[in-house]
C-alpha cells in the first residue's frame, strides 16, 4: 500500500540510483512514465488492493506521478518504475516510504496484472529491502496488505519478513471496510543471502 508516513525535518536529498537485479532494472520515476503507469495501474484488479486512484484517468496519472515525484524530492521517498532489463517494457512500480527520524521503511509495489506471477514482485521487493538496509544503513523495513489480498503476503514471506500482526478494518476501500495484515523485518534479522536466493 502507498502510504506516507513519513514526518517534516531537515533533509539532504540525494538523487535516486538505478538498482539492478537479474531480470529487472528499477530506475527513477519518470514523468514520461506516466502512460505506462495508467496502462498498467489503471487495472480494477491492482487498484483494488492499492491506494491508487480509480479510474486512472491522464489527470489523474499526471497528479499521480507528480505526487511521487514530490515526495521523492523531500527525501520522503523513493519511487521506482520497475522496467524489465530484455526488453525495457515497464511492468509494474515499486518504491520505499522513508522515515528517518524512526530509522525505517515502508516498502510497497504493484505489477501489472500481464506480468503477475513470474517473481517479478518478489524480486522488486527483495532488491528494494537490500537497498534500505545496505545502501541506506536503514534498522527496519515493513509492508502492509489488505488481508484479503494473499500473494501480496507471499511476495513479503519470500523477501524475509515476518508477519506482525493485523489492524482490523483499518480503512474503506470502495464502500468495503479492509483488514490491513502488517509485516516487517529488522536490519539484524535480514541476511544479505536473501538479495541472491532465486526470484521466486
Ligand atoms: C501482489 C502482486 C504484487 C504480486 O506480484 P507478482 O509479480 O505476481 O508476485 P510474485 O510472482 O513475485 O509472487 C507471488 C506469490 O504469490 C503467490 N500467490 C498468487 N496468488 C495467490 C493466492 N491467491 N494465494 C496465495 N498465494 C498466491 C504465488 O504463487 C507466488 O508465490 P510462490 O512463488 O511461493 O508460488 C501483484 O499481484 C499485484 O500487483 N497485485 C495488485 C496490487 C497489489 O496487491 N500490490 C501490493 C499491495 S500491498
Not at 23 to 52: F, I, N, Q, S, Y
Not at 76 to 101: C, I, N, Q, Y
Not at 142 to 160: C, E, F, I, M, T
Request: net charge positive; glycine share 10%.
Amino acid at each position: 500500500m502507498w502510504r506516507p508516513r513519513s514526518k517534516g525535518g531537515t533533509v539532504t536529498v540525494q538523487p535516486l540510483p538505478t538498482l539492478e537485479t537479474e531480470r529487472l532494472v528499477l530506475r527513477p520515476l519518470a514523468p514520461g512514465d506516466a502512460a505506462a503507469v495508467r496502462a498498467l495501474g489503471g487495472d480494477r484488479r491492482v487498484a483494488e488492493m492499492t491506494l491508487l486512484p480509480h479510474p486512472f484517468g491522464e489527470e489523474e496519472v499526471r497528479r499521480w506521478v507528480e505526487g511521487r515525484l514530490e515526495w521523492a524530492a523531500q527525501g520522503k521517498s523513493r519511487p521506482f518504475s520497475v522496467l524489465l532489463k530484455e526488453d525495457g517494457a515497464l511492468v509494474g512500480h515499486a518504491g520505499l516510504l522513508l522515515d528517518r527520524d524512526n530509522d525505517k521503511a515502508g516498502l510497497y509495489y504493484w505489477m501489472g496484472v500481464p506480468y503477475w506471477g513470474r517473481g517479478y514482485a518478489t524480486e522488486a521487493a527483495r532488491e528494494l529491502v537490500r537497498h534500505a538496509f545496505e545502501d541506506l544503513g536503514l534498522g527496519r523495513v515493513y509492508a502492509d496488505h489488505v488481508a484479503r489480498n494473499p500473494a501480496s503476503g507471499r511476495v513479503l514471506q519470500k523477501v524475509g519478513m515476518s508477519y506482525e500482526g493485523c489492524r482490523r478494518r483499518d480503512f474503506k476501500k470502495w464502500d468495503r471496510f479492509e483488514d490491513l495484515a502488517l509485516y516487517g523485518v529488522l536490519a539484524e534479522e535480514w541476511s544479505p543471502a536473501a538479495t541472491s536466493a532465486s526470484p521466486r
